[in-house]
């Protein structure tokens, strides 16, 4: 089993920065895939940014593309989003996900176990 727990979710004008974290414990993920998704009430859970095992590979939504970027160290077990020029529309809840396979899928369904997520709200 993996536990994952997201942290660094708050507050933040439109065009901040925030970056968000993802603690892996219980078992070493750097065979998994990670992901990030987001999620707004209403709304189906949406992929964000994906990474395979290495980190080589990396996947963005046209939507955060060139303001996101999703990086892994696997050394501390953990994975992270940095999220820059921020927008009202990624208000959210952001989920940390992995997937017991070494490269990323887009699909939510596709991930095994799921952080309890973090609230991301810009402000206008």
């Known amino acids: 089993q993996v536990q994952l727990v997201e942290s660094g979710g708050g507050l933040v004008q439109a065009g901040g920065s925030l970056r968000l974290s993802c603690a892996a414990s219980g078992r070493t993920i750097s065979n998994y895939a990670m992901g990030w998704f987001r999620q707004t009430p209403g709304k189906e859970r949406e992929v964000v940014a994906a990474i395979s095992w290495s980190g080589g590979s990396t996947y963005y939504a046209d939507s955060v593309k060139g303001r996101f970027t999703i990086s892994r160290v696997n050394a501390k077990n953990s994975a992270y989003l940095q999220m820059n020029t921020l927008k009202p529309e990624d208000t959210a809840v952001y989920y940390c996900?992995?997937?017991?396979?070494?490269?990323?899928?887009?699909?939510?369904?596709?991930?095994?176990?799921w952080g309890q997520g973090t609230q991301v709200t810009v402000s206008s």
């Open positions: 996900a992995a997937r017991g396979e070494r490269y990323y899928h887009t699909s939510a369904s596709e991930y095994e176990y």
